[in-house]
């Protein structure tokens, strides 16, 4: 099993460009997730979904956009990328069992800079 | 808002020494109250555990111990080590067992 992957490792955008940061894993989880992690303040949630078909928003959603047309992908979409969303962003995973604690499985993470 | 506060921003210890990692939460509707560990340039890793209805966990060298009624957790190393050197992180579980609310972090140096 590969686990997480996320791509690209780096990169680095213009004020104004959009992209799209790719996340996959092969543990067949329910749960997918992304949070970005700022100096300081821990990591964020930005959305996340609880199954194919089925997203919600995180505590910080806004700039972002993300879908799930598979159980396998998780895929990020900065629309117009800003200075503010420069972070190092990172997706997980996990079965989605109520009343039980299900680890989440992180990916490596995508370092993104915005200039 | 902050739900989870962690302390301190940053500690040295001595090799086999004890590290000692607090968090205080405010909503008491949490289910678990795990820590993670992360290296440089990787991702959070799951590190321990608790449930709000025990007062204590170990596993190896790694204690979290829970004190509902003062709303605080922390996590203690026991015997720390320098491959012990990272950053961890408290985080709060709520709805169902999935989504996670994490700390600030610790970033934690064993020297020896």
């Known amino acids: 099993n590969a686990g997480v992957t996320q791509t690209p490792k780096f990169q680095v955008l213009k004020t104004g460009q959009s992209m799209t940061l790719q996340c996959a894993q092969d543990m067949n989880h329910e749960y997918m997730s992304w949070y970005r992690q700022d100096p300081g303040m821990g990591l964020r949630l930005i959305h996340y979904?609880?199954?194919?078909?089925?997203?919600d928003q995180g505590e910080v959603p806004n700039g972002y956009n993300v879908s799930r047309s598979t159980t396998e992908d998780f895929p990020l979409r900065l629309l117009s990328a800003a200075p503010s969303q420069t972070s190092v962003y990172f997706c997980?995973?996990?079965?989605?069992?109520?009343?039980?604690?299900?680890?989440?499985?992180f990916g490596p993470g995508t370092r993104l800079t915005v200039l | 808002q902050q739900q989870v506060k962690q302390s301190p921003q940053s500690l040295i210890v001595q090799k086999g020494g004890i590290s000692i990692i607090n968090c205080a939460y405010e909503?008491?509707?949490?289910?678990?109250f795990p820590w993670y560990q992360q290296f440089p340039g990787k991702g959070p890793a799951l590190l321990i555990a608790i449930r709000p209805d025990v007062s204590e966990k170990k596993e190896g060298r790694f204690t979290i111990s829970f004190n509902k009624s003062a709303k605080q957790f922390s996590l203690h190393i026991m015997d720390s080590q320098p491959g012990d050197s990272a950053t961890y992180f408290c985080a709060v579980i709520t709805g169902g067992g999935n989504k996670l609310t994490f700390g600030t972090g610790t970033q934690l140096k064993v020297e020896l």
């Open positions: 997980a995973s996990s079965y989605s069992q109520r009343s039980a604690y299900n680890e989440q499985f």
């Open positions: 979904s609880v199954g194919a078909g089925i997203t």
């Open positions: 909503n008491t509707a949490f289910d678990y």
